[in-house]
């Protein structure tokens, strides 16, 4: 396959997307609207709420003490693990608007705590939401509330920036079952001594996935027992890519290269990616590019926004300053790849985040399009020729390109360059 056959996009499909994202971004407001019909349904007169939960939520604000919630879907107990954020959802092609239904159908039951105050917590509140964080399949809870939930009927630009549920104060919290709870899982709550990074590296190598890994992390489930704490669902998400991503850096270290430069492409949720891998030892870069009127550059006037973070052969030492949670994710996705073919190689990734992404969707769609970008692909003869090839396609000219990312920057320039437009 030729790589400009493989990188080929139909205009007219881009247009109808277009259209697609404009009716769906009310579809969504409408589920909001209805929503009421459901939640009074499941919340007794006494504020008691019986249900399944696939999943916990732990907030960031106010650190150290935080907001720490059992999630439920409202009305939906029959399915309710298709509700837990997870690689499924990209098997299943969810929509941007699926992602919202399901987001915003989950009650948050919360109670504040401090977050050092949970390594030895198996008890109330805090226990029953360790137990939902640790089983491998949603568990069946009973949920006193305190008070009426808080529930926005009139939603707004803000509800659509930013989709969650509805919250609520818990009294109380009680298992209606027995969860089950895999030996893997037991064995690392059983060693006191197990720090965090040893422990996640362990359950990945036995088939657990990031989603279940970072669940457990948050719940203060994992690390040695003194050091056990809840960590926030955003920073654990970000931990355990990171983790993952060095424990598999190390085991391509000494791999051989890849014979040729390889070009993958995938598209999900108004976001495409272009993975370029090149002979030589592992390097890895990302740039992203977000058009205006996508979510993160709202703005139409603003013009395409580009942010970059790499790391050399031996990895990174501080923090990620442009890209966040987007790095250790597409990084990981091609780590995985690489190490599943006992592979290295210098990895460009390029993200154009498209004004058809109208809402966030979580860094989840991020890993999840690397990873299946690897289906099919293209080569080409030189890095040179692989971005020459895909410049065309990004929204910004290969001169600011060349600017922004430090693997570009090192390729020849010519005078045709810099007649490209922005």
């Known amino acids: 396959m030729r790589l400009d056959e493989y990188l080929d996009i139909e205009e007219n499909e881009r247009a109808e997307r277009r259209r697609l994202v404009e009716e769906k971004s009310y579809a969504i407001l409408d589920h909001l609207e209805t929503f009421q019909d459901r939640f009074d349904e499941v919340v007794q007169g006494d504020s008691l709420y019986g249900g399944v939960s696939p999943s916990i939520f732990v907030g960031r604000a106010n650190y150290p003490r935080v907001s720490t919630g059992i999630l439920s879907p409202v009305g939906h107990d029959e399915d309710a693990a298709t509700f837990e954020t997870s690689g499924q959802w990209y098997d299943e092609g969810v929509s941007i608007s699926d992602v919202f239904e399901r987001r915003t159908s989950l009650l948050n039951s919360n109670q504040s705590t401090k977050v050092e105050s949970v390594h030895d917590a198996w008890d109330g509140f805090l226990g029953v939401q360790r137990e939902v964080a640790i089983a491998d399949r949603p568990v069946t ?24 549920g ?19 899982v037991e064995k690392t709550l059983e060693d006191d001594d197990w720090n965090a990074q040893g422990a996640m590296t362990y359950l990945y190598r036995r088939g657990f996935d990031v989603y279940d ?22 920073w654990s998400i970000t931990a355990v890519d990171d983790t993952l ?16 430069v390889e070009v993958y492409r995938n598209e999900f949720l108004g976001n495409a990616f272009w993975v370029v891998l090149v002979p030589g030892q592992w390097e890895f870069e990302l740039v992203e590019m977000k058009a205006p009127g996508s979510v993160w550059n709202p703005d139409p006037e603003a013009g395409v926004w580009l942010a970059a973070d790499r790391e050399g052969h ?31 190689a210098k ?47 990004l929204p910004v000219s290969l001169q ?21 437009g922005e």
């Open 166 to 184: 509805p919250r609520a104060r818990a009294r109380s919290a009680q298992l209606g079952e027995n969860p089950h709870v895999p030996r893997p």
């Open 213 to 234: 890994i970072n669940t457990i992390l948050s719940a203060g489930a994992l690390g040695q027992a003194r050091n056990r704490k809840l960590v926030p669902t955003r």
């Open 141 to 164: 809870v009973e949920i006193g509330l305190d008070g009426t939930p808080d529930l926005d009927l009139e939603p707004g630009r803000e509800d659509i920036a930013t989709p969650t």
């Open 400 to 420: 600011r390109l060349r600017r922004k990312s430090t693997m570009v920057s090192g390729l020849q320039a010519t005078l045709t360059d810099f007649s490209v």
């Open 245 to 260: 991503g060095q424990y598999l850096r190390g085991r391509i270290r000494d791999a051989p290269s890849v014979d040729s």
């Open 314 to 344: 031996e990895g990174r030492t501080g923090y990620v300053e442009e890209t966040a949670g987007a790095y250790h994710a597409s990084r990981l996705g091609v780590l995985e790849h690489l190490e599943s073919r006992g592979r290295q």
């Open 347 to 393: 990895a460009l990734v390029l993200r154009h985040v498209s004004d058809d992404y109208w809402g966030p969707c979580g860094v989840w769609q991020v890993r999840e399009s690397v990873r299946n970008a690897f289906d099919e692909g293209g080569d080409a003869e030189t890095l040179d020729d692989a971005v020459r090839s895909v410049s065309p396609y």
